[in-house]
């Protein structure tokens, strides 16, 4: 699904199949430069970056702090990428490597990996520590968005 370098990975089209260049960063939602379709929004953050990227993003964020070493991180890998294609204009999914990041990490105190976090304008409404299938994933992240997108729900968390 992404491909490329850097912080602006090319997307493909889930609706037309055209590439497209997404950047880490931007006020608006990544269209397709060919049909207008909404694109996914994935991202990489870092330690240095991750304010930027994550807690300034207009849309809610979902947050994959994960680990090169952890089979489950690599195993929900594919599902998260699946749910931000599956609600492409509506959330952005960002990736951070505690191993690389140990200060985002740190912040938001990290027991287990990978650890999953839901933020809305900057404050987390949701976390899971520990992967989980598609369908679990699923069910969580529209809990914890809440039916209305105006409506900010308690923060959940799941282990």
């Known amino acids: 699904m992404t491909a490329g370098t850097g912080r602006e990975p090319v997307v493909t089209c889930p609706n037309c199949g055209m590439r497209n260049r997404v950047p880490a960063v931007g006020t608006g939602r990544p269209a397709c430069g060919n049909c207008h379709a909404h694109l996914p929004w994935i991202a990489e953050a870092g330690d240095a970056d991750f304010t930027e990227i ?13 680990a090169p070493w952890c089979g489950p991180c690599r195993m929900v890998s594919p599902a998260l990428e699946q749910l931000a294609t599956e609600r492409a204009g509506r959330i952005k999914l960002v990736k951070v490597d505690i191993d690389a990041n140990p200060g985002t990490a740190r912040r938001f105190e990290v027991m287990a990996v990978p650890t999953l976090l839901v933020l809305r304008r900057g404050d987390v409404v949701a976390r899971q520590a520990g992967a989980a299938p598609l369908p679990t994933l699923r069910t ?13 729900p308690h923060a959940k968390e799941t282990t």
Do not use: K, N, Q
């Open 54 to 66: 994550a807690e300034r993003a207009p849309l809610p964020v979902l947050v994959d702090l994960w």
């Open 140 to 152: 969580w992240l529209d809990e914890s968005l809440g039916a209305d997108a105006g409506t900010t």
